[in-house]
């Protein structure tokens, strides 16, 4: 057991290296997580140092916080404590590609933008684009469950995951996927760990389904003159013989952040194929956009990143519903941030039914994004879906439920499997669904 701060540092230093252990004020705080600064951090530069790392916070029942890139740290509720910040950048090696079976292993702290240039030089991707992904770790966009766009063609991040090499609260290192060991028998873990937000244990290399990069594609913004036109129009496609890479709904105050030209609604499009098949499908999305009503121009790539930082708010919200209710529940929204006066900029996947809402800062003035929250989660739960806070001012978060309710018996299963995976309870406890 150690027992001072210098003998916590010595031990730390001895994992991973002088070099790789912070511990000075100034730099915890420019680290802290959700407000709460760290008492160390530690890099290590293997998965066998991560081991080491845990097996020392578990003997010492350190709180533990996984990091990645930094940029999604405050999702979840506020951490009581972190004693130990754990960055996985080190972790950063390709470990293997096999392009003949579109399949790549890669450390955790590997950037989405570094896996896309590696992968770019064989025509090949992780057709994963979350906001701000370029500079997301692997690990994180697994462990907060992200998705951007191209989940309408190819999913989210779990359902490309296809095995996980993580290390337990206890240092135990461990397979999930392909190879399983005795003590996770019986559990699909690379879809229990994708979102589960670093409380079952650490992922510190993931095999990757790839896909092909398509030859050609071309974008198109189709903006109506109402909403329920944008939702006729994304009834028809997806009703249709086209297929898409990207289908995503767009309000008036995305297309403003994003400097598009303004309209009630929008939605924009992808196709990515042989060139001749994405000249066809636009041509016949453009004919179709037209009958809609809709104003119809091709756009560069770009498009794509520009209504990503449309997101970019001090408060974002995510709103899982019917994907054939999105756009009841954009001009729910919208009626509600409205009478507010709350700008709202907001982006919806028309496959899965997912909305993520950008809100103003008046947003988290006073009691308002309670009650707005309170009353779409009560709407919401009629149809099963339900809406998580992503992002708020901390002293918003305070009284804010950000997960929302979950079925009892749900909330017991989530509990039993985070007390077998961290009996001790040192990863990022409390932050995820009902305190797990
Ligand atoms: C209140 C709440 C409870 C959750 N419970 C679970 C759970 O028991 N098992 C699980 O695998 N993931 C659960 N999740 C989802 C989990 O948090 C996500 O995997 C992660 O946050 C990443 O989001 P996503 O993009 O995968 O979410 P989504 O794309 O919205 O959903 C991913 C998967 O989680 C399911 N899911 C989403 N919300 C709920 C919910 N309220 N209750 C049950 N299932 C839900 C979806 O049906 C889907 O299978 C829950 C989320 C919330 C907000």
Redesign the pocket.
Known sequence: MVVSVQAARGALAEIVGSAHVVSEPAALEGLAVDGATPRWAARPGSVEEMSRLLALASSERWSVVPRGSGSCLDLGAPPARVDLLLDCRRLDAIVEHTPADMVASVGAGLSLAALGAALGRHRQRFPVDPVGGASRSVGGVLA??A?GPLRFRYG?A?DLLLGVRFVQADGSITWGGSKVVKSVTGYDVPKLLA?SLGTLGVIAEATLRLHPMPPASGSWLLSFRTPGAAAAFVGAMLDSTLQPERLVVANAGALRAAARPAAPAAVAVSVGSIAEAVRSQGSELVRMGREHGAMVSDVPEDVWLELGAALAGPVRLKL?GEPARLCHWLAEVERLAGEASVPVSALGDAG?G?LWLSLGRAAADGGWLAGAVGTLREALSGEGG?L?VERAPRSLKDHLDV??P?QAD?LAI?KRIKREFDPTGILNSGRF?GGA
């Open positions: 907060t469950g998705s989210q779990r979102g899982s899965s997912v339900n998580v997960w929302g979950i749900s989530m669904v």
